[in-house]
């Protein structure tokens, strides 16, 4: 179900994140098979192949209409910059389309119950970032990927961008007291991240940038105080067996409608 270079990469972020939880734990009475942790290596291991097919699919599709969009001098004076510096605007604009995309989750309530998957962790750890509903991580990824083809970002400054992502993402779930210092504001840590997670009030609907902290800062949603969360996790009953989370979002987008439409003046009647 996934090719070799991606077993590489699982046993080599295992082999990094596993010690590094235990030398420097952030919730040190937390086990590495903490709750539902093989339901999270069933994430990680399957839900791979189902993703790369959405992105591809929602990518491919897409770009055959913002081509015709794009002016070929701009395409153009993004693919004559150093690499350096078009991973550098790469990075920015990518998490640019994640902020909105992710914001878009939290806001929307058929697109929350997606995120709310992901949302349904309750211990914080390197392999909490991978359950994540294909739906949500499809579209999320597309908003970051889409306006990097579309402006002619070259392939490295792309790859770039997608390692950074991947190991960041797996470091800001991870249980570490690591921090960065004043450096928190510009890139995100593990206190940013799990500040997100956070089920407790005031962190509600804060810190939406995979990457750049400050774009919160920009656009009023940081929330990053002294300290960590106690409490992580959603009130919302959501299931913890992949097939469940999978079918989750559409059960509970039937379950509210189903009063509506007994509600509705037509119902009853008969035909």
């Given amino acids: 179900?996934?090719?070799?270079?991606?077993?590489?990469?699982?046993?080599?972020?295992?082999?990094?994140?596993?010690?590094?939880?235990?030398?420097?734990?952030?919730?040190?009475?937390?086990?590495?098979?903490?709750?539902?942790?093989?339901?999270?290596?069933?994430?990680?291991?399957f839900n791979g192949i189902?993703?790369?097919?959405?992105?591809?699919?929602?990518?491919?599709?897409?770009?055959?209409?913002?081509?015709?969009?794009?002016?070929?001098?701009l395409t153009a004076a993004v693919q004559s910059q150093p690499i350096w510096l078009q991973a550098i605007e790469a990075l920015l604009v990518a998490d640019i389309g994640f902020y909105l995309a992710h914001r878009a989750f939290h806001a929307v309530p058929f697109l929350w119950r997606f995120h709310a998957i992901h949302h349904s962790i309750e211990e914080m750890d390197w392999l909490a970032?991978?359950?994540?509903?294909?739906?949500?991580?499809?579209?999320?990824?597309?908003?970051?990927?889409?306006?990097?083809?579309?402006?002619?970002?070259?392939?490295?400054?792309?790859?770039?961008?997608?390692?950074?992502?991947?190991?960041?993402?797996?470091?800001?779930?991870?249980?570490?007291?690591?921090?960065f210092g004043p450096l928190k504001w510009l890139i995100a840590s593990p206190q940013f991240h799990h500040w997100h997670h956070a089920n407790e009030r005031q962190a509600y609907d804060k810190n939406f940038a995979g990457q750049l902290p400050f774009l919160d800062l920009i656009a009023g949603t940081l929330f990053m105080p002294q300290g960590m969360p106690e409490k992580y996790g959603v009130d919302e009953?959501?299931?913890?067996?992949?097939?469940?989370?999978?079918?989750?979002?559409?059960?509970?987008?039937?379950?509210?409608?189903?009063?509506?439409?007994?509600?509705?003046?037509?119902?009853?009647?008969?035909?």
């Fill in 50 to 73: 189902v993703i790369k097919f959405g992105i591809l699919l929602v990518i491919g599709a897409t770009m055959l209409l913002v081509q015709r969009f794009v002016p070929e001098a």
């Fill in 237 to 271: 009953p959501v299931p913890q067996l992949y097939h469940q989370q999978l079918v989750y979002p559409f059960a509970a987008a039937a379950e509210q409608a189903a009063p509506i439409a007994d509600a509705s003046p037509a119902a009853g009647k008969p035909e």
């Fill in 129 to 179: 970032g991978h359950r994540v509903h294909p739906v949500d991580q499809i579209l999320t990824k597309s908003a970051s990927l889409l306006p990097l083809f579309a402006l002619g970002f070259s392939g490295e400054a792309v790859l770039i961008y997608v390692l950074i992502y991947h190991w960041q993402s797996v470091f800001i779930h991870s249980n570490t007291r690591i921090g």
């Fill in 1 to 45: 179900m996934f090719d070799l270079i991606d077993l590489k990469a699982v046993l080599l972020i295992a082999l990094i994140f596993i010690p590094l939880e235990r030398l420097l734990p952030l919730h040190g009475e937390q086990s590495a098979t903490r709750r539902h942790w093989l339901n999270d290596v069933f994430y990680l291991l």
